[in-house]
């Protein structure tokens, strides 16, 4: 992916909705693998943590180290 993280969270947070769905796409191997309960795939955990993740960017204040 040629975004870096910081961009696609600096967009997310100001609402672009393309960088919001690259972001959730960055993730999406992750979300997908934590989405199983008793062995099989749970669409609304899965939307669930998708929506999570997106109110923690909103919430989240990012401060560069430099």
């Known amino acids: 992916m040629g975004d ?3 961009a696609l969270y600096m ?4 609402g ?3 960088d919001m769905y ?3 796409q960055a993730f999406d191997k992750d979300l997908k693998k934590r989405s199983y309960i008793g062995g099989r795939f ?3 955990l899965y939307q669930e ?3 999570k993740l997106l109110k923690c960017i909103k919430k989240f204040e990012y ?3 430099s």
């Open 16 to 18: 672009d909705k393309s």
């Open 11 to 14: 967009g997310s947070k100001n």
């Open 42 to 44: 749970n669409e609304d």
């Open 63 to 65: 401060r560069s180290a």
């Open 22 to 24: 690259k972001l959730i």
């Open 49 to 51: 943590m998708c929506i």
């Open 4 to 6: 870096n993280l910081e």
